[in-house]
Structures are given as C-alpha cells and as structure tokens.
C-alpha cells in the first residue's frame, strides 16, 4: 500500500499545529502573584512587654512575577491589644521586591505572662495574605522587685536594731 505525498504532508502540518496549540499554554505562563510575610526578628517566640509599645520590623515580599497593588494591612488581635503598621498601606510592590514596615505591638496593660498568638493579614487587589506569630508576654517584674527590697529592708533594719539594743546593754554593764 502506497501512501501519497500530499497525505503525509497533511498528516505531519495537523500533528505541528496541534503541538504548537497545545504547548502554547505550557511556553506562556499566566503571572503569579504571592506575598510573604515575616516579622523580624525571626524568633519563634518574640518577646513582649504588657503595656508597652514593642516594636518589630514586617517584611513584606512580593514573591510572584507580577505587581502587586493596594496593600492594606491589618491585624486580627486579642481584646484589649493595640497593633499599628507604619504605613498602613502599600501602593504598590514590583516582583521580586521587598518592602519593611514598622509594626507596633501593645499588649493589655493586664495581660497575663505567656503565649499570645497574632494574625497579620495583608490585602491587596490581587491577593490576600494571612501570617500567624506568636508572641510571649513578659509582665513587668517592678511588683516582685519591691515586695524584694521591702523585705531585704526589713531584715537589715531588724539586725541594725538587734545589733543597737544589745550592744547599749553590753556597754551599760561596768
């Protein structure tokens, strides 16, 4: 059996087409678009004080091969917790860059020692980024450091009056 020409012509031209139809998803890829989030430093556990302003640096990475716009920044904390970025927004953030924000970590003046955990969520036009830290309280040990002196002055005070009162008695005997 003989095969003509023109057949096999048309036979490899539709096997090309369709190669070059089907690859073409493969060859042009769509833009990818990712954030990434991370508090510095990268301690697992970063240490704050109750009632106080603690400051840590948020690097935020556009790890795609598209811009990302309009990102807004926001945190899902505990009642009572003050969290404040600066800026607050990010208008823009080419791929492959990298931008620092300052962020603000308050606990409640009454929270307890111990281990909190806070939600960062960055929201852009593309895209929605949420981050999970967490943080260890650490209160204020000024109530323990009195109760501390209070109790060293006492004693010293004891020992200077035991020491006072026998040693007049001592003297007082000829």
Same mark, same amino acid.
């Given at each position: 059996m003989k095969v003509d020409s023109k /057949?096999?012509? %048309?036979?490899?031209f539709a096997v090309g087409l369709m190669a070059i139809l089907l690859a073409r998803p493969i060859l042009a890829q769509e833009g990818k678009v990712d954030l990434t989030l991370r508090l510095v430093p990268g301690d697992y556990y970063n240490r704050v004080a109750a009632g106080q302003?603690?400051?840590f640096f948020l690097e935020i990475r556009n790890t795609g091969n598209k811009a990302v716009t309009n990102?807004? %920044?926001a945190a899902d904390k505990l009642e009572g917790w003050v969290i404040?970025?600066?800026?607050?927004e990010i208008d823009y953030l080419g791929p492959?860059? %990298?931008q620092t924000v300052d962020v603000n970590i308050k606990p409640d003046g009454k929270a307890v020692k111990g281990d909190y955990r806070v939600i960062l969520i960055a929201t852009a036009n593309e895209i929605r980024k949420v981050a999970s830290i967490w943080v260890r309280v650490e209160t204020a040990s000024s109530f323990w450091l009195w109760v501390g002196a209070i109790v060293a002055f006492v004693v010293v005070a004891a020992? /200077?009056?035991i020491f006072v009162r026998f040693g007049r008695q001592q003297n007082s005997e000829p």
């Open positions: /057949v096999c012509w %048309l036979f490899l302003d603690n400051t990102i807004s %920044l404040e970025f600066s800026p607050r492959g860059s %990298l020992f /200077v009056a």
